[in-house]
T-cell receptor, first 117, second 118 residues
Framework: NAGVTQTPKFQVLKTGQSMTLQCAQDMNHEYMSWYRQDPGMGLRLIHYSVGAGITDQGEVPNGYNVSRSTTEDFPLRLLSAAPSQTSVYFC????????????????FGSGTQLSVL | AQKITQTQPGMFVQEKEAVTLDCTYDTSDQSYGLFWYKQPSSGEMIFLIYQGSYDEQNATEGRYSLNFQKARKSANLVISASQLGDSAMYFCAMREMYSGGGADGLTFGKGTHLIIQP
């Protein structure tokens, strides 16, 4: 019953450091995505993927990179962390089919609290 | 213009009363979906209910129902017989079939912080 697993749960970085937030799902979902949640802002889409080898930008992609080499994993990379990237990050997935227009609920991971000093 | 508007930043409700959380949306798509998620203080996002734009009946899931008024672009969440465990942030979200690129993602409102008082 793992669902969507995010690691780490908490992370503190210094400005300029790089790191990767990990996301894995065991539901064979085609669609995976990353959101950030800031106080008073709701959740905003960073990047998403509709299948292995296919990624695209969301609403707030600057400062983040993603790749999707397998169906299960969708890591989010911060290349040079900035204080503005202090946030809670959520990974989410849904069954989806690559290239198909479907509307489905998202299954969320438990989140990563990131602080950049 | 915001695509999802939740006008109630916070609400206090007495236990066992019914609660209505407001959500209005803006889209030019004919095909879209509306979702409500609950986020308790522990932080996880819990799916509550879904309404498709072509669904004629209002969605219901246990104590949750969605009051869908398409012409008014309104998708209010109704919680019947509120419980202390309902205290949480509640987010309304929309996924557009075509304007959002189909596979894009959910657009979230800013949330309503609901507190149930004993």
């Amino acid at each position: 019953n793992a669902g969507v697993t995010q690691t780490p749960k908490f992370q503190v970085l210094k400005t300029g450091q790089s790191m990767t937030l990990q996301c894995a799902q065991d539901m064979n979902h085609e669609y995976m995505s990353w959101y950030r949640q800031d106080p008073g802002m709701g959740l905003r889409l960073i990047h998403y993927s509709v299948g292995a080898g296919i990624t695209d930008q969301g609403e707030v992609p600057n400062g983040y990179n993603v790749s999707r080499s397998t169906t299960e994993d969708f890591p989010l990379r911060l290349l040079s962390a900035a204080p503005s990237q202090t946030s809670v990050y959520f990974c989410a997935s849904s069954p989806g089919r690559a290239g198909a227009y479907v509307i489905e609920k998202l299954f969320f991971g438990s989140g990563t609290q990131l602080s950049v000093l | 213009a915001q695509k999802i508007t939740q006008t109630q930043p916070g609400m206090f409700v007495q236990e066992k009363e019914a609660v209505t959380l407001d959500c209005t949306y803006d889209t030019s798509d004919q095909s879209y979906g509306l979702f409500w998620y609950k986020q308790p203080s522990s932080g996880e996002m819990i799916f509550l209910i879904y309404q498709g734009s072509y669904d004629e009946q209002n969605a219901t899931e246990g104590r949750y129902s969605l009051n869908f008024q398409k012409a008014r672009k309104s998708a209010n969440l109704v919680i019947s017989a509120s419980q202390l465990g309902d205290s949480a942030m509640y987010f309304c979200a929309m996924r557009e079939m075509y304007s959002g690129g189909g596979a894009d993602g959910l657009t979230f409102g800013k949330g309503t912080h609901l507190i149930i008082q004993p």
